[in-house]
């Protein structure tokens, strides 16, 4: 079945998206990411009836990160892998999550699944998250060869903290439900046939409150937030330039290729 996403109205001012990508666990493509950062902005408008977004995914799944299926083609050359690859976390990736981030709505991630990389990336973004216990969790790019977003990195440091962030992203290791919540990385664990119970549950209270205080309270953390790590513009010059170097080298193209063939990466270290 190919990629989709799936909305209800659940509850009274709850849109429930459900991503559904069961052949390939949840993984992300453009058109799935596409829909996300439209539905968000369909809620987020005046008159949408909407006051709290649940994202959650279907049949025990939540998403195993960015799609590399189809840029991994056997066919495919080692430049057009490494611009497939960017191509998609670059655009629809970040506008999805731009735009999760940006809405004052409040939202919650409800992780009945495995969560990877870019899936685990879209749960962070979301201010609450409530997981399965026994759910793995991991952030691969050390796995893969690439220099994670700057951005990225900032939005996991906000919430775990600089050790954790280092933990996660350097070993690369998957972590389970229990130390994600002892990590602050998830706010509830609970059984995994309580999942869907225990996200609704959390967008009706959130949907609950009274709207101009939690739209207020939502921009007012943010403005906090982004203020406490306001970069230098030639920092962030920086940090851009270390991503796109990433994208141009050759253990990018090998991380993803042992990535593909299930097998072990062989570093040149270029």
């Known amino acids: 079945m190919p990629a989709a996403l799936l909305s209800d109205r659940p509850a009274d001012g709850v849109l429930r998206l459900r991503i559904s990508h069961p052949e390939k666990r949840g993984a992300l493509d453009h058109g799935l990411l596409d829909a996300l950062a439209a539905a968000v902005a369909g809620a987020s408008a005046p008159g949408s009836g909407v006051r709290a977004i649940l994202v959650t995914g279907v049949d025990g799944q939540f998403s195993s990160g960015y799609d590399l299926t189809d840029a991994n083609a056997a066919d495919v050359s080692d430049t057009q892998l490494a611009e497939r690859a960017e191509g998609l976390v670059a655009h629809p990736f970040t506008a999805a999550l731009d735009a999760l981030e940006a809405t004052d709505l409040p939202t919650v991630a409800a992780l009945p699944g495995p969560t990877m990389g870019g899936g685990l990336e879209l749960a962070v973004v979301c ?6 216990d026994g759910v793995r969790m991991a952030m691969p790019p050390a796995r893969l060869g690439l220099v994670y977003s700057h951005t990225g990195l900032r939005r996991f440091v906000d919430v775990i903290g600089a050790p954790r962030t280092r933990e ?5 290791r998957p972590i389970d439900a229990a130390t994600a919540h002892a990590w602050g990385l998830v706010h509830r664990v609970v ?6 119970a225990a996200g609704l549950d959390l967008a009706i209270g959130l949907a609950s409150g009274a709207p101009l205080a939690v739209r207020g309270t939502k921009r007012s953390l943010r403005i906090l937030l982004d203020g406490a790590g306001e970069l230098r513009r030639e920092d962030e010059e920086t940090l851009l330039g270390l991503r796109r170097a990433s994208f141009e080298s050759e253990d990018l193209v090998e991380g993803l290729r042992a990535f593909a063939e299930r097998r072990d990466p062989a570093w040149k270290g270029r």
């Open 127 to 132: 201010d609450l998250r409530v997981a399965a």
């Open 168 to 172: 996660l992203f350097l070993l690369g």
């Open 191 to 196: 059984p995994p046939d309580e999942i869907e």
